[in-house]
């Protein structure tokens, strides 16, 4: 029997910092029932701080924006970052930002996603009583996908282990495909310098592929010298041989990945739920989705903009943060004229300033309308805002999520803001994603639900309907597929032109393909274009060097010469037989060698199978 797990933590780092900061408000500085900002609130509250300090540069966004993270995900505060990156052109511009920006968090009772971790991180390093307590109580700790820690997540899970030193963790040093988030892979790869008594076991049997995937899995990972070394194996059969499909166009690749699936779908036993296609950069989708459009293959895209992304859905989210959280001033700017109410600009910087002289909130702001500059139209539409919000507070104190939701859509009229239908259908979705929440967890404080939105996946909205999926290769990690598409396999895009010609953002590529061939169970193409058009421009590509690296298990004879980062020419003029040779690839058409398939791009038929 597994015992007593009535009162086991299972959770994501982030949701179990946010739980323990939730227990220990007070001890660790900040108010109860604080809101998590995601990376558009971050945003938001960046763009306001550039404004404050006369800043007006789009680079100027972006920059804070990396820095800011950058500092967070180091664990540095404003000063520390500031002396770490002294040499960095404008630093003292960025770290003025990130402290403006420290400040609005504070305000707004606020934490982002950096702060969970480090605001934990520090109410444990800093609380002697709760480290004790709270290592104390977890006698074990298990640690998934362990190479994705970074360094802030690495000292909360040394921290945790402190009393008792159970620490079981689990990770491939080959899947470490986060370093642009902060992921550290020497965390496992130094794990047992840490940890001098550690056991290591290396799991190499594989039981999701066949043994030519293996094959070609093991092949392209051995050229990282960054690893600890592992060779998968299996003892199911070598199956089908994985093919390599070059095609003219974007469009000509699409149309090969839509013939393939249609002939397994028709007569190899295939679900269009077997399939998925991946690609470095959800740009690439497009030409995709429109040749599955177009042969009514279905399919949904994951990767890309999240349904809790979506503008209607953050406008109602914004309302239950307020309503969670009234000194939340960014939730309360993006809502106050949400619909319409004739409260505009100027009124909402009479807010701030009286805000800012008396050291209150917004939402003080609002309830002390009469005290403000301005004439009593724009008092009565603050004062019915202010009356709304305060009978909606009191109402969430004792009314069960999904009730409540509806009382603020209709206390609201929030429907009313939204005349696309597509709009309207994403807000009776939520209701629904609403209430399958409330059933699963009958008595949650609104507060933790806002905690778990917040926290919430892309790749949460996966269900077992019946299409194929088209994804980045991060936001399918740990997922598998009968069938896999690796698509855009072209210099530039993969690997990514941010990559050096070697080091360790090519390594940290070479494990992004080497997670993608890892995803099929059964079969495998890895396509590419011979002219792509991206970004607005139709260019020639370039082979991508991992093509190079599997030319001679995928049977390519003809290889470019590499001069750093590009290509300085081929061998023959052109990389790899193609498969199909003598056929004609192109925007119009094309067959296939024994002419049973011919694809006009108003027709999709196979002529001798009278299909």
Not at 163 to 177: A, P, R
Not at 306 to 335: H, M, Q, S, V
């Amino acid at each position: 029997t597994c015992g007593d797990t009535e009162d086991m933590w299972i959770c994501t780092i982030h949701s179990m910092c946010v739980r323990i900061l939730r227990r220990y408000t007070s001890e660790a500085g900040i108010k109860p029932d604080f809101s998590i900002y995601s990376e558009t609130e971050r945003k938001n509250i960046i763009k306001k701080c550039l404004k404050e300090l006369d800043y007006d540069d789009e680079k100027m966004l972006k920059n804070c924006k990396y820095h800011i993270g950058n500092a967070k995900m180091l664990g540095l505060e404003p000063d520390q970052y500031a002396r770490r990156y002294a040499d960095e052109n404008k630093i003292d511009d960025y770290v003025r930002v990130y402290r403006q920006y420290e400040e609005h968090l504070k305000e707004n009772n606020a934490l982002d996603f950096d702060d969970l971790l480090l605001y934990a991180r520090r109410l444990l390093l800093r609380d002697e009583e709760v480290r004790t307590y709270l290592s104390d109580r977890f006698k074990y700790v298990l640690v998934d996908e362990f190479q994705d820690t970074n360094a802030v997540q690495y000292d909360i899970i040394k921290l945790l282990t402190k009393v008792h030193g159970n620490l079981f963790c689990v990770g491939d040093d080959d899947q470490s495909i986060y370093g642009w988030r902060g992921a550290e892979i020497e965390n496992i790869l130094q794990f047992d310098k840490d940890f001098p008594d550690a056991k290591v076991y290396k799991l190499e049997q594989n039981y999701r592929s066949t043994g030519s995937i293996l094959n070609l899995a093991n092949e392209i990972i051995k050229n990282n010298s960054g690893r600890r070394g592992k060779t998968l194996w299996t003892e199911e059969a070598d199956g089908a041989k994985p093919q390599y499909f070059a095609a003219e166009d974007e469009l000509s690749e699409a149309l090969y990945a839509a013939r393939n699936i249609s002939d397994l779908v028709m007569t190899g036993g295939y679900k269009f739920s077997d399939f998925a296609i991946l690609m470095r950069i959800n740009a690439l989708t497009r030409s995709f989705e429109q040749e599955f459009n177009k042969y009514n293959i279905p399919y949904k895209v994951f990767g890309g903009l999240k349904f809790f992304e979506r503008k209607e859905i953050k406008d109602i989210l914004a309302y239950l943060r307020l309503i969670a959280n009234p000194y939340d001033g960014e939730a309360l700017t993006r809502i106050i004229n949400v619909p319409k109410r004739g409260i505009g600009g100027r009124t909402i910087e009479v807010m701030e300033e009286y805000a800012s002289q008396n050291s209150l909130s917004l939402y003080d702001a609002v309830l002390d309308c009469d005290q403000l500059p301005l004439n009593s139209g724009a008092k009565t539409k603050l004062r019915d805002f202010g009356n709304t919000i305060k009978g909606l507070v009191i109402s969430s104190l004792d009314t069960p999520v999904n009730t409540f939701v509806r009382e603020v859509l209709d206390k609201t009229d929030l429907r009313s803001a939204y005349e696309d239908e597509n709009d309207l259908a994403n807000v009776d979705e939520y209701i629904a994603s609403v209430d399958d929440f409330s059933r699963l967890n009958p008595d949650t404080a609104l507060s933790e639900y806002l905690s778990q939105v917040t926290l919430y996946s892309d790749t949460d909205d996966m269900d077992d309907s019946n299409y194929v999926t088209l994804a980045t290769i991060h936001s399918v990690k740990g997922l598998e597929f009968r069938a896999v598409f690796i698509a855009g396999l072209e210099d530039g895009i993969m690997p990514s032109s941010r990559a050096e010609s070697e080091g360790r953002e090519l390594e940290e590529e070479r494990r992004l393909m080497y997670v993608a061939i890892t995803r099929a169970k059964e079969r495998l193409y890895l396509t590419r274009a011979k002219e792509r058009n991206l970004y607005g421009r139709r260019e020639r590509t370039v082979p991508s060097r991992f093509l190079k690296e599997l030319s001679a298990l995928l049977g390519i004879k003809d290889t470019p010469v590499y001069a750093g980062n590009r290509y300085s020419g081929y061998g023959r003029g052109e990389y790899g037989k193609e498969r199909y040779s003598g056929d004609f690839y192109g925007n119009s058409r094309y067959g296939s060698a024994d002419g049973r398939y011919s694809y006009g791009r108003g027709d999709f038929s196979r002529e001798k199978q009278g299909v």
